[in-house]
């Protein structure tokens, strides 16, 4: 199960984010949930994970899967225990009221936060979460916001040729197009790693399940954030 979902405040992602949640509540009881996720402030470690402990919502507490954390680590050297990297990030904690919500504290979870996002990291963590997985039920979770502050028939346009790009589960293209068209999604590492995860574990395309903008909440379009609510299939 693998899914991309946006991480700006509920009030403007959360209806989009929710359709990434509808497909992932779907696999019941998962063995691990897999939150790959972007480090906006630059703090820490190019690549870290917790080594264990726990992550603490208002709908209460998820474990840290030490073991998993233990084999990434093992698996892709460029991951470090790094808890402080998280210190005052929002994108992946954003994730997790979603993920209680369905599953409840039952689950535990890999937290993976991303400040290199090039093509070759995304390779390398990929290749880690394919081995890691060992017939393991796992549910991967990109998150990431798309473009920021343009005007919304601008990120429309930026932002749909990009999800054309996952939508052919092309890592390459992905990329090019990124940089091509200045596309300042925040999180591309992490939909690139999740992307490449799942095309290495036999799923071959992609859906989008909602596009919206922050403008569709406030009514300003002028300078927009756009989200996007994709799942691999």
């Not at 946006?6 to 359709?19: I, R, T």
């Not at 080594?51 to 073991?67: A, C, I």
Request: glycine share 8%; proline share 4%; hydrophobic share 40%.
């Amino acid at each position: 199960m693998a899914v991309v979902s946006p991480h700006a405040g509920y009030v403007y992602s959360g209806p989009v984010a929710a359709h990434s949640y509808l497909h992932v509540s779907s696999l019941r009881s998962p063995d691990l949930i897999v939150v790959v996720a972007p480090n906006h402030y630059g703090i820490g470690s190019g690549v870290s994970t917790f080594q264990s402990g726990e992550w603490e919502t208002p709908l209460g507490r998820m474990r840290v899967d030490s073991e998993a954390a233990r084999q990434l680590t093992e698996f892709a050297e460029i991951v470090a225990f790094d808890p402080g990297a998280q210190r005052l990030e929002h994108s992946l904690e954003v994730q997790l009221p979603f993920i209680q919500k369905i599953y409840g504290d039952a689950i535990p979870l890999l937290p993976i936060s991303l400040l290199f996002q090039d093509i070759d990291t995304a390779k390398t963590i990929s290749s880690a979460l394919v081995k890691l997985c060992g017939g393991r039920r796992v549910v991967f979770i990109a998150s990431s916001d798309l473009t920021h502050y343009e005007p919304a028939a601008v990120a429309r346009e930026k932002d749909s040729a990009l999800i054309e790009q996952v939508l052919k589960m092309d890592l390459e293209g992905f990329y090019s197009t990124l940089e091509r068209l200045n596309v300042s999604a925040c999180g591309f590492g992490a939909i690139a790693t999740v992307m490449e995860t799942a095309r290495s574990l036999g799923l071959h395309r992609a859906e989008l399940l909602k596009y919206a903008s922050s403008g569709d909440t406030s009514g300003d379009n002028l300078q927009v954030v756009g989200y996007g609510a994709l799942r691999f299939v």
